[in-house]
């Protein structure tokens, strides 16, 4: 009798254990569960962010006919524009009559594989590059306040251009774009060509004499 007395106390003793042990176990394995999801919703945005979202906005451009260099997950495409110019730099091929050929002979190459416009990307901004006179005269006669710079320029440019219209969206591009147009007035422009003349002539006169 006393053995099983003995072995009912242990038992009565050992149940709280035995249920914080599977209560523990239980958590383990629920936390098990969790982990990947806690985990796998961080790398899915990161994911969505530097890939899918630029990708489907490639997609778009792509049917409409818009190509482009294919780029890299981190990088875009500035590996590439950092091999064409040290290319270019070695072979010489730079033209200095052309800044665009010294500082951005990538857009040249890029245009006669893509067209006029193209679409590249600089890791997580993706820009359309457009030549085609006929589309940039299109979009300076575009007044709507939408049709602005994106945000990094605003920020990054900021010091140099401040608010004006070059950099300036919305409510602010209007303004400026109400302050500077009467200077684009032909009455203006052709004051300007009057008063550019007078100073020109006795410039060049002067240079003439002097040659």
């Given at each position: 009798?006393?053995?099983?007395?003995?072995y009912?106390?242990?038992l009565?003793?050992?149940?709280?254990?035995?249920s914080y042990?599977?209560?523990?176990?239980?958590?383990?394995?629920?936390?098990?569960?969790?982990?990947?999801?806690?985990?796998?919703?961080?790398?899915l945005?990161?994911w969505?962010?530097?890939?899918?979202?630029?990708?489907?906005?490639?997609?778009?451009?792509?049917?409409?006919?818009?190509r482009?260099?294919r780029?890299?997950?981190?990088y875009?495409?500035t590996?590439?524009?950092k091999?064409?110019?040290?290319e270019?730099?070695?072979?010489?091929?730079?033209?200095?009559?052309?800044?665009?050929?010294t500082?951005?002979?990538?857009?040249?190459?890029?245009?006669?594989?893509?067209?006029?416009?193209?679409h590249?990307?600089t890791?997580?901004?993706?820009?359309?590059?457009?030549?085609?006179?006929?589309?940039?005269?299109?979009?300076?006669?575009?007044?709507?306040?939408?049709l602005g710079?994106p945000?990094?320029?605003?920020?990054?440019r900021?010091?140099?251009?401040?608010?004006?219209?070059?950099?300036?969206?919305?409510?602010?591009?209007?303004?400026?774009?109400?302050v500077i147009?009467?200077?684009f007035?032909?009455?203006?422009?052709?004051?300007?060509?009057?008063?550019?003349?007078g100073?020109?002539?006795?410039?060049a006169?002067?240079?003439?004499?002097h040659?």
């Open positions: 009798m006393n053995k099983v007395a003995t009912r106390i242990y009565t003793r050992s149940l709280p254990s035995l042990s599977v209560c523990l176990m239980e958590k383990l394995h629920l936390l098990a569960l969790l982990l990947p999801i806690l985990l796998g919703l961080p790398l945005y990161i969505d962010i530097l890939w899918m979202r630029p990708e489907r906005l490639r997609k778009k451009l792509r049917k409409q006919g818009v482009g260099p780029p890299t997950l981190f875009g495409n590996q590439e524009m091999r064409i110019r040290q270019a730099v070695s072979a010489q091929k730079q033209d200095t009559s052309n800044y665009i050929s500082l951005f002979p990538h857009f040249l190459i890029w245009r006669e594989t893509y067209g006029s416009v193209f590249y990307s890791g997580a901004v993706e820009i359309l590059f457009v030549s085609d006179p006929g589309m940039v005269k299109d979009m300076s006669h575009c007044t709507s306040s939408e710079k945000i990094y320029i605003q920020k990054s900021k010091p140099l251009f401040g608010e004006g219209i070059l950099v300036s969206n919305g409510d602010i591009w209007a303004y400026q774009r109400k147009a009467p200077e007035f032909m009455e203006k422009i052709k004051g300007h060509d009057r008063t550019n003349r100073g020109f002539c006795p410039t006169r002067s240079m003439g004499e040659a």
